[in-house]
C-alpha cells in the first residue's frame, strides 16, 4: 500500500512541475508570437535620406531598445528620431532603391526584441526617382537633353515640359533622353511607368523665354469651367455617375463622374488621369477582382486597385459591367477616353467640378 501510495505522491509532484514548466513555456511562446502591428504610414512616398516618416501603430514596445525597424532591407533604426510603442518617427536610410517587380514599393516591418524577431505586418509605399543631373542646361527646341538619376524604372514612362510631352529617345532605370519640344523655359517633369514623379529640375529654352505671367492652360480652363456651373441637377450626376465624359462642343476635354460625391473630376493629361484613378481607387482583394466578369452593382463605374497585386487598377465600365486595366498613365489615359461618352457643353455645366488633392 504504502508503495503504491508513495507512486502516487510522485506522480502528482511529477504533473505539478509539468504544469509549471508547461505554464512558463506557454508563456514564453506567446510572448514571442505576440508582434507589432502598423496600421498607417506617411507620406507613402519618399525621397532616400531626405523623407521622415511617421508609422503608426500598435506593439512597438514603449522605448526602441532591442527592437528594430526595416525599410526594405535596411536596418533603420539608427535613423529613428522617436519612438513610442504607437508611433516612429525615422528618416528614410539613403542607399534605398525600389524592387524591381514589387511596383516599385519597399516594405517597413517592425520586430520587437530583434534576438526574437516576429516580423509585423507590412506596410508598403514607393521610393522616388531622382533627377541628380542633366545636361545641356539650356537648349533649343528639337535639341536632345540627357537626364541622369535612380529609380526611373526600366519600363518606359514619359517627360513633359510645361504640360507639353517631350518625344522619348532613350529610357532607362539610371538615365533618359528627350527631344525638346516647342515650349518656353521650365520645369522637366519625370513620370515612371508606374505613376511616380521625379524630382523636378528647370531647362532653359532658347528662342521662348520665361514662362508667360498667365496661368497653365489647365488651371485657368477648370477656373472657368467651375464658374460656368451655375446650378447642379443632382438627378443628372446620378446618371451619369461612374461614366467619363467627352466634351464634344470643346476640344473633347474628359472628366470623371465620381460615384461617391456625384462631382466630375478632369481628366486632362496622363498625369491627370492617373492621379485621378490613384485618389478615388476603391481597394479591393485579388480574389474579388479575379472572381468576377459581369461585376456587382456596388462597384459599378468605380476603379478598383487591386490591394494584393502591387495596387494595380481597373476601371468597371457602366456601360457592360466589366473591368478594364489602367496600366501605365498614357494606357489608364488612353483607355478612359476610349469609354467616355460625348456630353454637351449646357448638360456638363450642370454637374459640379472638383479637384483631386
Known amino acids: 500500500m504504502s508503495a503504491r501510495g508513495g507512486s502516487a505522491s510522485g506522480g502528482k509532484k511529477i504533473i505539478v512541475v509539468c504544469?509549471?514548466?508547461?505554464?512558463?513555456?506557454?508563456?514564453?511562446l506567446a510572448s514571442q508570437a505576440s508582434t507589432a502591428h502598423i496600421s498607417s504610414i506617411s507620406p507613402t512616398s519618399v525621397l532616400p535620406g531626405e523623407t521622415v516618416v511617421t508609422v503608426l501603430g500598435s506593439g512597438f514596445g514603449d522605448v526602441e531598445g532591442e527592437s528594430v525597424v526595416f525599410f526594405g532591407l535596411y536596418d533603420w533604426s539608427m535613423d529613428v528620431t522617436y519612438w513610442s510603442d504607437t508611433k516612429i518617427i525615422a528618416l528614410a536610410p539613403e542607399g534605398l532603391y525600389y524592387y524591381p517587380g514589387r511596383d516599385y514599393t519597399v516594405a517597413v516591418s517592425v520586430c520587437v526584441n530583434a534576438f526574437t524577431c516576429t516580423p509585423s505586418n507590412r506596410a508598403d509605399f514607393r521610393v522616388k526617382p531622382q533627377i541628380t543631373d542633366f545636361y545641356p542646361k539650356t537648349a533649343k527646341a528639337g535639341d536632345r537633353v540627357d537626364l541622369t538619376g535612380k529609380d526611373f524604372g526600366y519600363d518606359t514612362g514619359f517627360v513633359t515640359i510645361n504640360g507639353r510631352s517631350a518625344e522619348l529617345t532613350y529610357w532607362g532605370n539610371e538615365s533618359v533622353s528627350f527631344l525638346v519640344p516647342d515650349t518656353y523655359s521650365g520645369d522637366i517633369n519625370l513620370t515612371s511607368n508606374h505613376g511616380r514623379e521625379a524630382t523636378v529640375v528647370s531647362l532653359d529654352i532658347q528662342g521662348f523665354g520665361a514662362e508667360p505671367a498667365s496661368e497653365p492652360a489647365s488651371v485657368s480652363f477648370l477656373a472657368n469651367e467651375k464658374s460656368l456651373v451655375k446650378s447642379i441637377d443632382w438627378n443628372l450626376a446620378r446618371r451619369l455617375q461612374g461614366n467619363i465624359l467627352l466634351?464634344?462642343?470643346e476640344n473633347g476635354e474628359g472628366w470623371?463622374?465620381?460615384?461617391?460625391?456625384l462631382s466630375k473630376y478632369y481628366l486632362g493629361r496622363p498625369a491627370d488621369a492617373f492621379a485621378v484613378m490613384r485618389e478615388l481607387g476603391l481597394g479591393a482583394t485579388h480574389d474579388f477582382i479575379t472572381s468576377y466578369t459581369i461585376y456587382p452593382s456596388h462597384v459599378v463605374g468605380k476603379i478598383l486597385l487591386d490591394v494584393e497585386d502591387s495596387g494595380?487598377?481597373?476601371y468597371?465600365?457602366?456601360k457592360d459591367k466589366k473591368a478594364y486595366y489602367l496600366g501605365r498613365p498614357a494606357d489608364a489615359f488612353a483607355v478612359m477616353r476610349e469609354l467616355g461618352l460625348g456630353i454637351t457643353n449646357k448638360d456638363i455645366r450642370k454637374i459640379q467640378v472638383w479637384e483631386v488633392n
Open 19 to 28: 504544469i509549471i514548466i508547461f505554464a512558463v513555456f506557454g508563456i514564453a
Open 312 to 314: 494595380k487598377a481597373y
Open 316 to 318: 468597371i465600365y457602366p
Open 247 to 249: 466634351q464634344v462642343e
Open 256 to 261: 470623371y463622374v465620381y460615384p461617391d460625391d
